[in-house]
């Protein structure tokens, strides 16, 4: 520019300048203030979005640990139920602790380090058995047994704190199961002051476990009680590795960063948290301090000399009681709150939703928290914030430089330079309007080398930067909801892994999952075959049929894996290695590709599947991020596979007791104590003539109703455990009399509930009883008749002596004296005593059998016609009622006429004027045959019950004049025959004789034809 006098154009120039510069400053003082205030508003509302952004994300990974506690609470429960149903034996204990390990990370306390030890320990401190008594027959602790068991009858000191666990588990209903709080011994924070973060000695470890227990039965009978005591390590493990906004995992947690997860329970006190100190514990008495009390102290908390119990904490931060009532409550989400070190967090919170035991009460096992410290929340934002800033000096300085050219050059350049500011200016106030409406993607096209253009340059720099931010969140946030989705979807597979026990269904699980859940293209399942070693292709998703015949058949070629069964781990890593190379380079081969990707299923160390997956003819390999993926849901398989193993062999058992109960010879029948029938075998419906569904629906004593003897027997009262067993003599409908063999006791639960129930064993003995009783009535006859034939013998060579003796004084002595008639007198007697001889020989004597094939009926007529005239001298009515068409019997007449008549006598003895004989034949089919029954009916006084086993036992007789040897003789030549004679009496009402004849089996025109 050239040199200028101080005159008008100098004076213009410089009023000029002054007019000019004005504007200008103004201009540029209110476009500083509309930056700042767009700032402000993009600073806010980045900082609004990305914090509800960061909750969402806490919220969503407190939900996720809180869905894996409830899967290893669940997995807990259903190891309990399994191992309830095995036997009782160490062997098999010691090999279900053996099978259930973990992984745990363990670092240096409060270390905030990646590096760290991994080890493997058991998932149970304890599995033991107890006895009713309460005592412990088997203690597995940390994987190997001990050699003596402990007294658990009542309150005991275990290495945790006292427990109490057998005889609450024996105080519940039988299916129940108890699972306890938290129990351990509180660890004590740092000596000499209040506990701060970082404090802590490496060497202090929180050690506790949480009891599951229940009641063992076998065949119905109590056992005892078995329990798993869950190591409280493997609670630790869900939370003390996490970081709230990064994928990676630390050995342990800095507290005083305030990036840390805990977790509490639905008493509020502390499960797993950084300081040890805070977790639930017992002091060295073993008691729990009373939070609601005045010995729970602040001071005493903060010094870690007292566990940390959220819902009385208020002197830490009000949020902490919200936190804990809504988890309770079973809801989750964000809160802002404070650590006891003053730091500010914002804190996630989920519910862990488990209604077993002691947390039946709220159905919540606790919650679990993930906190960030709010600074973490802002981090972003802020960074943006301060480029603006930058970015804003930068204008500054440019706005600076401006005027000061502005005013030299102003003079020659006035109009076109108010026209040049005036311009840009107004862009750029109508771009930075855009930008504070949220149009980032501005493009200010100020062509010149000034400070505007710089401006207008550096203001879409701004612009740009912002959009990428922008996009950078969008694209954050998809990744985020990518990586909820397949977290779900493992999270569904674990649950249906828990419900599932059909291993089809297992697999079809496992392959939907790496398929629907993960987002692979197909997916196939390798599992050895039952009978060899060799892995077999059991189900595949995705592929075409000839291709899977393919990898069928190439699996099925030899690829042994008990090679894979090593001691060591690196013998069991090289074995796995090997296998999966060789799987691995036969299913490329086939399919031409190398984007799969194989995971082996183990369980305990041990090969038991691979679970492989592709994306179809990927020109990469598969990421490791999803390999990892893939390697959670092949250890989820194999537990799930094992899971339904275990449970088809149980179910296999169950059906083998049930084919037992269904083929027993006796009747058993279960019902409750209101009377329901619970269960009944096929022989009890066959007795009782009524189908499972009548059963079912009719109650004990409708069914027994018309057995009453039966239904006093079982109301009898019997002391607990006691099995009683005793005949039953009963009377069916029809008048038909059996004899029952039964057994009642008390069994616990039943298969539609849990109370006590009575079960019911019978069984029909009246075949076996009548045999017994026949042989011994017969063996006592044949001892009674060699006695008898003895006795005559004996007697009867005297009494002939005698009478010859008498006959001869008798003849001698004059008749009409004294003495003739003292003789004669003598004489009767002697003959009546031959008499008896006479028929004693006849009861023991064996005579001529000779049967022939004759009709009954003419028997009978026959042998009425002789006692018709007694019957009327006595006033007795005789009636007959014989069926037609009676089949002819084999038989001797005459003994027969005999065995009739001696029944029709005795009751001709008993009746008074009036009464009634009635006879009566029939035809009858049994499950002992076919039978002639012949039945004489007397309307009499009837036999005294006490009487009915002796009546056939000679010289038993209620008549004076009686020999008692009538039916003695009727009883042998009824079993002369192969016959059986009965009595039917009712004191009062008369009598029945009834006698069975055998019949034979096939009769045509009087002819008998023998069953061929």
Not at 391 to 403: D, E, N, P, Q, T
């Amino acid at each position: 520019m050239h040199h200028m006098k101080f005159g008008i154009l100098k004076k213009f120039l410089a009023g000029f300048l002054l007019l000019s510069l004005m504007p200008l400053v103004g201009l540029s003082a209110y476009t500083w203030m509309r930056m700042n205030r767009t700032v402000a508003i993009l600073v806010d509302s980045s900082r609004d979005a990305l914090t509800q952004n960061s909750m969402s994300l806490l919220e969503a990974r407190a939900q996720a640990i809180a869905g894996q506690v409830e899967q290893l609470l669940s997995a807990g429960m259903d190891d309990l139920n399994m191992l309830a149903t095995l036997p009782v034996d160490l062997k098999i204990y010691r090999d279900f602790a053996g099978a259930h390990h973990r992984e745990i990370w363990m670092g240096a306390p409060m270390s905030d380090s990646r590096e760290g030890v991994k080890k493997t320990i058991p998932l149970y401190n304890e599995v033991t058995f107890a006895d009713t008594l309460g005592r412990e027959k088997i203690l597995i602790r940390e994987g190997g047994s001990m050699a003596q068991g402990r007294d658990v009858s009542g309150t005991f000191q275990g290495r945790f704190g006292p427990e109490n666990y057998f005889t609450e588990t024996m105080a519940m209903a039988d299916q129940a199961v108890y699972v306890s709080h938290l129990t351990g011994f509180h660890v004590p924070g740092p000596s000499g002051g209040e506990a701060v973060a970082g404090e802590a000695p490496g060497s202090l470890a929180y050690r506790g476990v949480i009891r599951f227990a229940k009641k063992v039965y076998h065949e119905g009978r109590l056992l005892g009680v078995v329990s798993l005591a869950l190591d409280h390590r493997h609670l630790m493990e869900f939370t003390q590795h996490v970081l709230p906004f990064r994928d990676e995992k630390v050995a342990y947690p800095s507290y005083a960063s305030g990036n840390y997860a805990f977790m509490f329970d639905d008493e509020g006190w502390m499960l797993t948290h950084p300081k040890p100190w805070d977790i639930r514990g017992f002091d060295r008495d073993g008691s729990l301090v009373d939070p609601a009390s005045g010995q729970y102290r602040q001071a005493l908390i903060k010094a870690g000399q007292q566990p940390f119990n959220l819902l009385h904490v208020p002197f830490v931060h009000e949020n902490y009681q919200q936190i804990a009532r809504e988890v309770i409550a079973g809801r989750s989400g964000v809160r802002q709150t404070a650590s006891v070190g003053g730091i500010s967090r914002v804190l996630a919170f989920a519910p862990i939703k488990f209604n077993h035991g002691a947390y039946r009460k709220t159905g919540c096992f606790g919650g679990v928290t993930l906190g960030a410290q709010t600074e973490a929340f802002h981090r972003t934002v802020n960074r943006t914030f301060d480029e603006i800033h930058f970015m804003l000096g930068k204008i500054a300085g440019s706005y600076f430089w401006l005027i000061f050219v502005t005013g030299i050059v102003v003079a020659g350049i006035a109009v076109w330079l108010a026209r040049s500011f005036t311009l840009p200016i107004r862009m750029l106030i109508e771009k930075i309007s855009d930008i504070s409406r949220g149009k980032y993607d501005v493009d200010i096209s100020i062509t010149r080398g000034d400070e505007l253009g710089i401006l207008g340059r550096e203001f879409s720099i701004m612009s740009h930067k912002l959009k990428q931010h922008e996009e950078h969140l969008v694209k954050s946030l998809d990744d985020l909801e990518k990586h909820v989705d397949i977290l779900k979807s493992i999270h569904s597979a674990g649950q249906m892994f828990t419900f599932a026990f059909d291993r089809e269904k297992v697999y079809e699980v496992i392959l939907n999952t790496c398929v629907e859940g993960i987002g692979f293209k197909r997916a196939m399942l390798f599992i050895p075959n039952g009978k060899s070693t060799r892995l077999e292709l059991v189900k595949a998703a995705g592929f075409d049929r000839w291709i899977e015949k393919l990898i069928y058949d190439s699996a099925l070629e030899p690829i042994d894996i008990s090679a894979a069964s090593g001691n060591g781990d690196r013998t069991q890593a090289i074995s796995h290695d090997i296998i999966l190379d060789t799987l691995y380079e036969r299913i490329t081969c086939i399919l031409g590709e190398n984007s799969i990707a194989l995971a082996p299923i183990t369980i305990d160390g041990r090969l038991t599947g691979v679970l492989g997956v592709d994306v179809v003819r990927g020109k990469n390999k598969i990421s490791e991020k999803r390999t990892k993926t893939l390697d959670i849901v092949a250890n989820e398989a194999g537990m799930a596979i094992e899971r339904a193993r275990l449970m088809e062999e149980a179910v296999k058992r169950r059906e083998f007791i049930e084919s037992i109960f269904s083929n027993m010879l006796s009747g058993l029948i279960v019902f409750d104590k209101e009377g329901a029938i619970l269960s009944a075998n096929p022989r009890a419906m066959k007795f009782f003539k009524c189908s499972w569904k009548e059963m079912r629906r009719s109650n004990i004593e409708e069914l027994l109703l018309p057995y009453p003897a039966l239904m006093d027997l079982i109301r009898a009262e019997r002391p607990q455990g006691e099995i009683r067993g005793a005949p039953v003599d009963l009377t069916l409908p029809g008048n038909k009399h059996i004899y029952l063999e039964t057994s009642i006791s008390t069994i616990q639960g039943g298969p539609r509930n849990s109370q006590a129930s009575t079960l019911v064993i019978f069984r029909d003995m009246t075949t076996r009883k009548n045999m017994e009783r026949h042989i011994a009535r017969a063996d006592k006859l044949v001892s009674l008749g060699i006695l008898a034939a003895g006795i005559a013998h004996e007697i009867r060579n005297p009494l002939t002596g005698i009478t010859l003796v008498l006959d001869d004084l008798h003849d001698r002595i004059p008749s009409g004296t004294g003495d003739r008639e003292l003789i004669q007198k003598s004489l009767e007697e002697i003959e009546k005593l031959e008499n008896i001889v006479n028929r004693l020989l006849d009861f023991a004597s064996k005579p001529g059998h000779n049967p022939v094939m004759e009709d009954l009926n003419k028997v009978i007529d026959d042998t009425l016609f002789f006692v018709s005239k007694q019957c009327k001298r006595h006033g007795v009515e005789l009636r007959k009622e014989t069926a037609e068409d009676l089949p002819r019997v084999n038989i001797d007449r005459e003994r027969i006429r005999q065995a009739i008549l001696n029944i029709v006598l005795n009751a001709l003895n008993v009746l008074d004027r009036g009464g009634e004989i009635t006879i009566t034949t029939s035809l009858v089919d049994n499950q002992e045959g076919r039978f002639v029954v012949l039945s004489i009916r007397d309307n009499g006084p009837g036999i005294a019950q006490d009487d009915l086993d002796n009546i056939f036992d000679p010289f038993f007789s209620r008549n004076p004049e009686g020999f008692g040897l009538g039916l003695s003789i009727t009883h042998t030549i009824v079993e002369e025959h192969d016959g059986k004679i009965v009595v039917e009496t009712e004191p009062g009402r008369g009598c029945c004789f009834k006698i069975h004849l055998p019949a034979p089996l096939i009769i045509t025109n009087d002819t008998v034809l023998k069953d061929e």
